[in-house]
């Protein structure tokens, strides 16, 4: 594991709370819990999530009237690190409070912010994200569901995939058409998960946490839109750039590898030269990630959004994924095969896991292209 550097004594105490919190003996229980869950099962309100709602840890740098404790982005960052070198199952958070608490912060209304925030924050409600479609991605401006007009509020009609939590989510900031225009005439809206009109079904894939396929034809009050009408696509955007930091991405690598390189040491595989040197090259690469993540978290604290630093993070830190998985298939060899359900795995973090989960880092929150493209564009003026 990396030696900490702290940038401030808060984050240092921060970081140290967190710690000695996973290091108790109900945390330890839950995660083994969670991470022996069967197939087709996952974690929702897992109770690691109240646990850290109920200390502030899910929302640490939204205000305290909302149910986070006031500090810094790079607050925020230190605890998501830390979760991640954990192994504490994040989704539920990165979509609640990362993507939908965000966007309601920067967005919403009073009213909007009291009522769906609080809730959010203490892990008492998980919230989804529909953005994408069939066919609709990467070019979220071309998105095809409708929201039309009907009474004091809107009728949203149409289809969402890959979305995650949904089965347990109470709501949903769902984008909808509300102008025929590319990419301006796209609204938010919160939905509630729980209305007439709304159903949800999985989609099975190579991971342990399921897709899903969500119908819309639900009507939904005007005071439920989020943001600007005909205009939430900026936001949209600012949010997306604000979440990928990479943090989180970077934690988990690093947990991989460290699992790995254990492995390697345990087994006496690391006497070998060549082996040797790739795990200190990759060790470094992991090190250089996260001082790029870290630089994107530090943008966000002085309020000067860098979607360049974002996107390096996120594409950096992703891709180097996969080269830790390749080293752990070379290290572990027929033990590779090994899942957490074959019985005894000799080992907790079972690299096949590793090797289907992986390819999803790349895609989630924007493509490898499309980080590559932000930086290409935005970062080195090349257009095209
Ligand atoms: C683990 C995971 C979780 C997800 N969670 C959610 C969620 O909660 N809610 C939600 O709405 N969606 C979610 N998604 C969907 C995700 O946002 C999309 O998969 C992603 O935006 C890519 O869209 P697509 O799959 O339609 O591929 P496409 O956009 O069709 O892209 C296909 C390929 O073409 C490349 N490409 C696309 N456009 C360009 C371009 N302009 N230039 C160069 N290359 C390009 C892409 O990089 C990719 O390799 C999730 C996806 C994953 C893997």
């Known amino acids: 594991m990396t030696t900490a550097v702290p940038r401030s004594l808060r984050e240092s105490e921060v970081r140290q709370d967190v710690r000695e919190f996973l290091a108790s003996e109900p945390v330890r229980a839950e995660l083994e819990r969670l991470s022996l869950l069967p197939p087709g099962e996952e974690p929702g309100h897992s109770e690691i999530f109240q646990l850290l709602g109920e200390r502030g840890w899910l929302a640490v740098n939204w205000p305290r009237e909302y149910g986070g404790l ?3 982005a790079v607050d925020a960052a230190t605890v998501a690190e830390e979760l991640a070198l954990a192994g504490v199952p994040d989704v539920a958070h990165v979509l609640s409070v ?7 912060l920067m967005a919403g209304t009073q009213e909007q912010k009291a009522r ?15 953005y994408s479609e069939p066919g609709v991605g990467s070019d979220l401006g071309s998105l095809r569901t409708t929201a039309d007009r009907e009474g004091n509020g809107w009728r949203i009609t149409g289809r969402k995939i890959y979305s ?18 590319h990419g301006t005439g796209i609204s938010l809206f919160m939905i509630d998960m729980m209305a007439p009109g709304v159903r949800v079904s999985p989609i099975w894939n190579a991971t342990e946490e399921r897709f899903d396929d969500v119908s819309l034809d639900v009507w939904v009050a005007h005071q439920d839109v989020i943001g600007p009408v005909h ?18 991405y970077q934690g988990r690598v690093r947990r991989w590898f460290d699992a790995i390189r254990d492995m390697a040491q345990r087994t006496g595989l690391a006497e070998d030269e060549k082996l040797r040197g790739r795990i200190a090259a990759l060790d470094t690469k992991i090190r250089a990630g996260r001082l790029m993540a870290y630089e994107a978290v530090a943008a966000i604290d002085a309020e000067a959004v860098d979607p360049v ?24 060899g027929l033990m590779s095969a090994v899942t957490r359900w074959d019985g005894e795995p000799a080992w907790r973090e079972t690299l096949e896991s590793m090797y289907r989960e992986s390819p999803n880092l790349t895609l989630s929150a924007g493509t490898s292209e499309v980080m590559l493209k932000v930086i290409a564009a935005l970062g080195l003026g090349l257009e095209g």
């Open 164 to 181: 995650q939590k949904s089965q347990f989510a109470s709501h949903g900031l769902c984008a909808a058409r509300t102008t025929d225009e």
């Open 98 to 104: 990362d993507i939908v608490g965000l966007f309601l």
């Open 309 to 332: 630093a974002s996107a390096r993070s996120k594409w950096f830190n992703t891709e180097l994924a996969a080269e830790v998985v390749e080293l752990g298939l070379d290290v572990g």
């Open 231 to 248: 205009a939430g696509f900026d936001v949209l955007n600012t949010v997306l750039a604000l979440e990928r930091t990479g943090i989180d």
């Open 116 to 130: 769906h925030l609080p809730p959010l924050a203490r892990g008492e409600s998980i919230a989804t994200v529909l």
């Open 70 to 72: 006031g500090l810094r």
